[in-house]
């Protein structure tokens, strides 16, 4: 359980001011706060700087004004959720890339919430501050297709998860979707493997990867390297930067991100590397149209 300052630090972090009862409504408010104010990001694991994913480490980065991943966003949130007074499930799943076959690898945290039984409420809820560009608001765990925003969602039976459940991203998303097993996981160190392998194996997807996404109610934002890539009801429009002071105000004025751990020499390094990756990322583009 959180303390009450604690509590009060990480609702300021949301935009929010008011301790609420935990009802539907107030989950609703929260989750939309946390996926817009909290971006999914890599940065820590490609300035090769990963930190702990246990939950009081990662409500620390929260609390000093950074963020993470899902590992680190879900561990949080959960804690959150729970001092709150609702009843929070940590699951095993797995992110299904473009093109790649669906699994359950314990490579995402997935977390499923229901209210206090006083409320007699027998639904339970999908709540996932940790995928990026996914739900801006709860889906219920009831199979179903679910528009927010420009985005459609699907929900149905998984089929790689006896049991389990599949969460279908939209049709023009950057993944296809993400699968999660119904057993309820008790211990983060679970996850420890998963992490250490996108932390720190030459193989992982985000070591040269440096990435933010975040929801908002109209649509969704992304930088990747440096292509900042803004959908809404009108489509995705994408914007290269070029210079490093814009790269900069990108991440502080639309991803909120200050970059607070980092000072100017490791800032310096962050640029020099992600412009390096995104230059030959260019040259490896237009050498397969050619």
């Known amino acids: 359980m ?3 300052s604690e509590v009060r630090g990480y609702l300021n972090r949301l935009g929010l ?3 609420e009862k935990p009802t539907l409504p107030y989950l609703f408010q929260l989750h939309r706060a ?3 104010q909290l971006s999914w990001q890599s940065i820590d694991i490609f300035a090769g700087r990963a930190v702990s994913i246990d939950p ?3 409500l620390e980065l929260i609390l000093i004004g950074r963020s993470g991943y899902c590992f680190h966003l879900n561990g949080a949130f959960s ?3 729970r001092t709150l007074g609702y009843d929070v499930a940590w699951h095993r799943a797995g992110v299904q890339p473009i093109g790649e076959a669906p699994r359950v690898n314990g490579f995402h945290l997935a977390l499923t919430v229901s209210l206090p039984d006083d409320q007699a409420q027998e639904t339970r809820w999908i709540i996932d501050a940790g995928l990026g560009d996914m ?8 199979h179903g297709v679910y528009d927010q925003g420009p985005y459609t969602y699907k929900l149905l039976q998984s089929e790689v998860a006896a049991g389990g459940w599949r969460l279908e991203h939209d049709p023009n998303a950057t993944f296809s979707g993400v699968d999660v097993a119904p057993e309820v996981i008790d211990d983060i160190s679970a996850f420890l493997p998963q992490h250490n392998h996108y932390s720190t194996s030459p193989e992982s997807p985000w070591v040269n990867t440096f990435l933010l996404r975040h929801r908002h109610a109209g649509g969704s ?3 990747r390297g440096c292509v900042w890539a803004q959908r809404d009801e009108h489509g995705i429009k994408k914007t290269e930067l070029q210079t490093q002071s814009q790269w900069l105000d990108v991440l502080g004025d639309v991803f909120g991100e200050k970059l607070v751990a980092y000072d100017q020499t490791a800032r310096d390094a962050l640029w020099k590397k992600n412009v390096t ?3 030959e990322w260019k040259r490896q583009r237009e050498a397969a149209k050619s």
Not at 135 to 142: A, D, G
Request: aromatic share 4%; no cysteine.
């Open 135 to 142: 739900p801006y608001e709860p889906l219920p765990l009831v």
């Open 277 to 279: 990756l995104h230059e």
């Open 221 to 223: 934002n992304e930088l």
């Open 56 to 58: 009081k480490q990662s």
């Open 34 to 36: 946390h996926v817009e």
């Open 79 to 81: 804690l959150l959720l």
């Open 2 to 4: 959180l303390t009450s």
């Open 17 to 19: 001011s008011d301790i």
